[in-house]
């Protein structure tokens, strides 16, 4: 089935040590996102590419960076992990921007801990 | 910037229709989304409207009324199955989703 995969399920890093989040798409989409979500909260969004375009909200902290070496991968790099870094991260992908009769599919997400 | 507010829990029975409200405030606003997130799991896309009306996929139901910024979805014949979360997310002419807080159902025997 085509899906949207997210590698690790789990991950543990320690305060300050950085860590990558990994998403990859068998869709074949031309949009990936990055959403944080902290618990009973709404996914909040960090940034999406579309194509190589890479658009940064405007709130999501410098810590926070993503690479996009190809249409199927897509990487969320967190420099310095802080206690409040702790959260699920989502991976969500759309076939055209701006076409939001195109709904999200989501990955199932990696849940970051800090210790 | 975009708010959306809707409520935070609902409870109700198995068989019963149950309605969830989300009122919204946005610049861009092109269209209103709901999602379903079990605990533990990925949001899954359940319905989406762009225009006035009532848009229906099997038991499920969504409504929106743009000059009232205003939508529902609406759950019917309630299963056990259907307690999760529920989010109604403003989609808008930028390509972004914005996700209300939320709104936990449980349903009960």
């Known amino acids: 089935d085509a899906m949207v995969i997210q590698n690790p399920r789990y991950q543990v890093t320690q305060f300050g040590k950085p860590v990558t989040l990994s998403c990859s798409q068998t869709?074949?989409?031309?949009?990936m996102y990055w959403y944080q979500q902290k618990s009973s909260q709404a996914p909040k969004l960090l940034f999406h590419?579309?194509?190589?375009?890479?658009?940064n909200e405007a709130d999501t902290p410098d810590n926070f960076q993503s690479r996009r070496p190809n249409t199927s991968f897509c990487f969320l790099d967190i420099r310095s992990p802080g206690l409040g870094d702790a959260a699920m991260y989502l991976c969500?992908?759309?076939?055209?921007?701006?076409?939001?009769?195109?709904?999200?599919?989501f990955g199932d997400g990696t849940r970051l801990s800090i210790l | 910037g975009q708010s959306l507010e809707q409520p935070s829990e609902v409870t109700a029975v198995e068989g019963a229709i149950v309605q969830i409200n989300c009122t919204y405030q946005?610049?861009?606003?092109?269209?209103l989304s709901w999602y379903q997130q079990h605990d533990g799991g990925a949001p899954t896309f359940l319905s989406y409207?762009?225009?006035?009306g009532l848009e229906e996929t099997g038991r499920f139901s969504s409504f929106l009324s743009r000059s009232d910024s205003y939508g529902y979805l609406l759950l019917q014949e309630l299963q056990m199955k259907d307690s999760a979360s529920y989010f109604c997310?403003?989609?808008?002419?930028?390509?972004?989703?914005?996700f209300g807080d939320g709104t936990t159902l449980t349903v009960k025997p």
């Open positions: 409207n762009g225009l006035d």
């Open positions: 869709l074949n989409h031309n949009v």
């Open positions: 590419y579309y194509d190589k375009d890479f658009n």
């Open positions: 946005t610049s861009g606003f092109y269209g």
């Open positions: 997310a403003v989609n808008t002419n930028a390509g972004k989703s914005t």
């Open positions: 969500a992908t759309s076939r055209v921007k701006a076409d939001p009769n195109q709904p999200q599919h």
